[in-house]
T-cell receptor, first 111, second 114 residues
């Protein structure tokens, strides 16, 4: 099935560093979402974006909905050990209720 | 309950057996979704319910997979004659049902087919 192109696949960083990850698609999406998944848990929503060009922050997290509606990025500033996990982008297309997901970015933070 | 509840959390079965996975959505959520997550992959949509109806079942991989929802609440995903490639984490989500509503996920059922 359709998937979003998410990169990087994994990241190893030091505590305190900033992190950036992104998702792209050949199709237009009306909504972009960023989820975090911890081992053995379901994804938890971090940020939702509903308008092209929208820039939204949630604490140390900032995400943007690309102006073309075909991409989005997530930045994490001043990373801490509890940021460890897998981050997924997801999108909703017009008229559809099914989320299309990227393959995830696995983040490791070294103290 | 406060969140989406799925049971069992783990299921080990033999190839060829049928399995049933259960999802209890957040109270008051009219929309319910099933996704499948294979190892190292993103989530793959299976089916979506609005109330007891399934307007979109396009993601069900074969006719061995079926799902139902009763009373606008609990949903059951059934896999008949399981195959090894069915091994995955099956995740359920629910939302308030408005267009583009935020989907809240359960912890999933990890299915292993031996």
């Amino acid at each position: 099935g359709q998937q979003l192109n998410q990169s990087p696949q994994s990241m190893f960083i030091q505590e305190g560093e900033d992190v950036s990850m992104n998702c792209t698609s050949s199709s237009i999406f009306n909504t972009w979402l960023w989820y975090k998944q911890d081992p053995g848990e379901g994804p938890v929503l971090l940020i939702a974006l509903y308008k092209a060009g929208e820039l939204t922050s949630n604490g140390r997290l900032t995400a943007q909905f690309g102006i073309t509606r075909k991409d989005s990025f997530l930045n994490i500033s001043a990373s801490i050990p509890s940021d460890v996990g897998i981050y997924f982008c997801a999108g909703l297309q017009g008229g559809s209720e099914k989320l299309v997901f990227g393959k995830g970015t696995k983040l490791t933070v070294n103290p | 309950g406060a969140g989406v509840s799925q049971s069992p959390s783990n299921k080990v079965t033999e190839k060829g057996k049928d399995v049933e996975l259960r999802c209890d959505p957040i109270s008051g959520h009219t929309a319910l979704y099933w996704y499948r997550q294979s190892l190292g992959q993103g989530l793959e949509f299976l089916i979506y319910f609005q109330g007891n109806s399934a307007p979109d079942k396009s993601g069900l991989p074969s006719d061995r997979f079926s799902a139902e929802r009763t009373g606008g609440s609990v949903s059951t995903l059934t896999i008949q004659r399981t195959q090894q490639e069915d091994s995955a984490v099956y995740l359920c989500a629910s939302s308030l049902g408005q267009v583009g509503g935020i989907q809240y996920f359960g912890a999933g059922t990890r299915l292993s087919v031996l």
